[in-house]
């Protein structure tokens, strides 16, 4: 067990390298996770005091993120993805298998402190799953054959350090490519581009191109440039999202495993433009595995003179990035919450305006992009604007990165023209007998089978990557209960219409599971999914009905036939529910029980 002291040492030696600055706080709150497999008591005291920040202001992040926290986890710390395509390709018996074998249970931190096992949303492997984390590193394509190597090494308590590679291999799986993935970008070139022709030139080129951002909402990346450019401040920010928290998702990943250099610099071409000299990569935590080696990129590329001081020789163009690690909170892939987080609070979303393009990190001008959005704008400075829109449709130019999974011969990364219908796509990566297909993650919608002629696009099916397929085979009610469980889980809170209408989501769906629903319940979730719609605070609430409402439109059957024929059946049993206090007053007379169950 650690002592006192050595906790205080731990904690001062994070602080001195996080500068002692508030700002650093979720930083400091990883590392000790990391390093202590926990944070205690003391280090929240001295850190209290250290930052100036209230210890219940400290408690309330750890609280926020998931991969924090107060109580000891296992010196193994092992989180199975969670996610639907996880659990099809049966994540949740070699979690079983697992827990038999170390004698300990899914949820629980065995009391000897050497393991704990537990689920996490999803760890973006949905190409190569079932998939797991241990320590915070990935572990991929789990057979029951490596869960036995796996138990072995934690029994004889081998470092994970020392674990064999193949066990973190994580592949590409690239399988088609197009303009952003089959063209050249030699380092400098784009940062060149935008030195001689100017910001105003630039801006143009990109707003002639068409360029839209790549998460799903598609605003015009030109015009969120020149906004921040616009604004009246002498410090701007450019941050690149990177939290790819959306299950089904996986092509930033990708993209910064393979095309990390085209990424910052696009980032720096963004900061010639807006005149910024400061630069965050906001990573999610489950792509910790990634951060040594975009560490070593940027320090070579400040070696080659394409970071730091006078960029490319050009004096007064200082610029210079900083990985900043997320923890496992969904939300912060949301522009404001992201910012919030960046300065190491809690990942509540902003009330908006004022937006971040001109009141963002510490209230400067702030440009977020995700990494598909910095790579194609890179690409742009390069090739120009004619060679962007040769490809896609009028309103939706150029390529866009699918991360496929599922029911399918082929999972993996695809860069298709905007305009690809899902049938092409379908044929491509060898799905057959689909059922359904799932666009955008749990946030988007359901598409059946009649409308597979329906295509890729802005105008049409927006999506920020993912393209989730389920054949016949499966319960397409039981990804409808996987979606909404995760947005129960990943509600912050904050408001009311997310927090209770998610948990009703999810007690109504599992009484229709349950075969206790009636119509009346259909209409029901009708009404708290339109309100959760139209009252939501930020994204999340808007969107959590999403893959109930449009499974009961465009599957009806599905919901129907689970149906019982009367016509009110209670959500609740409060008659039940008072069995405890019979047994403890001893009581079990009719004046005991409720008529009708309490109805």
């Known amino acids: 067990m650690m002592s006192e002291r050595d906790i205080q040492e731990t904690t001062g030696r994070l602080l001195e390298k996080w500068g002692r600055e508030p700002v650093n706080l979720l930083q400091i709150l990883i590392a000790l996770q990391q390093s202590l497999h926990h944070i205690p008591d003391q280090a929240v005291d001295l850190l209290s005091s250290t930052l100036n920040i209230s210890q219940a202001s400290i408690e309330g992040v750890i609280g926020f993120y998931s991969f924090l926290h107060t109580s000891p986890r296992g010196e193994y710390d092992i989180l199975f993805s969670d996610n639907i395509i996880d659990q099809m390709l049966g994540s949740r018996s070699l979690a079983t298998q697992l827990a038999e074998r170390l004698c300990t249970n899914p ?21 190569q799953g079932p998939a797991a984390l241990i320590n915070g590193y990935p572990l991929t394509s789990l057979t029951p054959e490596r869960i036995d190597r796996i138990t072995a090494l934690v029994e004889m308590e081998v470092p994970v350090t020392e674990w064999p590679e193949e066990l973190f291999h994580v592949s590409d799986n690239i399988h088609r490519r197009d303009l952003l993935l089959d063209s050249d970008l030699p380092p400098g070139r ?85 005149g910024a000299q400061k630069g965050f990569l906001y990573l999610r935590g489950e792509y ?4 040594e080696p ?10 080659n003179g394409l970071l730091g001081q006078a960029i490319l020789g050009r004096e007064g163009f200082d610029f210079d990035i900083t990985i900043h690690l997320g923890a ?22 902003r009330i908006r305006p004022p937006f971040p393009v001109t009141h963002g990190y510490l209230g400067y001008p702030t440009v977020v992009n995700n990494v598909e959005t910095f790579i194609a704008a890179a690409m742009i400075a390069v090739y120009g604007a004619d060679w962007f829109r040769a490809k896609g449709t009028e309103a939706s130019t150029g390529t866009k ?37 799932q666009i955008a993650g749990p946030a988007g919608h359901w598409v059946a089978p009649e409308e597979f002629h329906r ?59 349950n075969t206790h629903a009636t119509r009346k319940d259909l209409e029901s979730i009708e009404t708290i999914g339109t309100l959760m719609q139209e009252t939501s605070h930020c994204g999340l609430g808007q969107t959590a009905a999403n893959p109930i409402l449009t499974s009961m439109k465009k599957f ?14 209670p959500t609740f049993d409060l008659d039940a529910s008072l069995e405890e206090a019979r047994l403890a007053t001893g009581r079990d007379d009719p004046g005991a029980h409720l008529k009708r169950g309490g109805v």
């Open 107 to 127: 949820g629980d931190t065995r009391c000897d402190k050497h393991i704990s096992l537990d689920y996490t949303s999803c760890t973006g492997m949905g190409d």
């Open 190 to 274: 784009a940062i060149e581009s935008a030195l001689t022709q100017g910001a105003g030139r630039l801006l143009d080129s990109l707003g002639n191109a068409g360029l839209r951002g790549r998460g799903g909402a598609g605003f015009k990346t030109a015009d969120k440039w020149r906004f921040c450019l616009q604004a009246a401040q002498e410090q701007r920010v450019v941050v690149c999202n990177a939290d790819e928290g959306e299950p089904g998702t996986f092509k930033d990943r990708v993209l910064l495993q393979r095309y990390a250099d085209r990424l910052f610099e696009g980032m720096t071409l963004c900061a010639a433009v807006v």
């Open 288 to 291: 910790l595995y990634l951060r």
């Open 294 to 303: 975009l560490e070593q990129e940027l320090e070579q590329r400040r070696s």
């Open 328 to 349: 496992g909170a969904y939300i912060c892939g949301e522009e404001s919450a992201l910012i919030e987080s960046l300065e190491g609070k809690r990942g509540i979303p």
């Open 401 to 437: 990165l699918l991360s496929i999974s599922g029911d399918c011969q082929r999972p993996g990364i695809y860069e298709y023209p905007f305009g690809t219908t899902l049938s092409e796509i379908l044929d491509d990566c060898g799905a057959e007998e689909t059922q359904a297909v």
């Open 455 to 513: 295509t890729i696009a802005f105008e049409d099916l927006a999506t920020g990557g993912s393209f989730m397929i389920f054949n016949r085979s499966r319960s397409l009610l039981e990804a409808v209960k996987n979606f909404t469980n995760f947005f129960v889980h990943e509600s912050c809170g904050f408001c009311t219409p997310c927090r209770v209408g998610t948990t009703l989501l999810k007690k109504q769906l599992n009484k229709i599971l």
């Open 556 to 569: 009806p059957l599905i919901y129907k036939s689970r149906l019982r024929t009367t016509s009110f059946e």
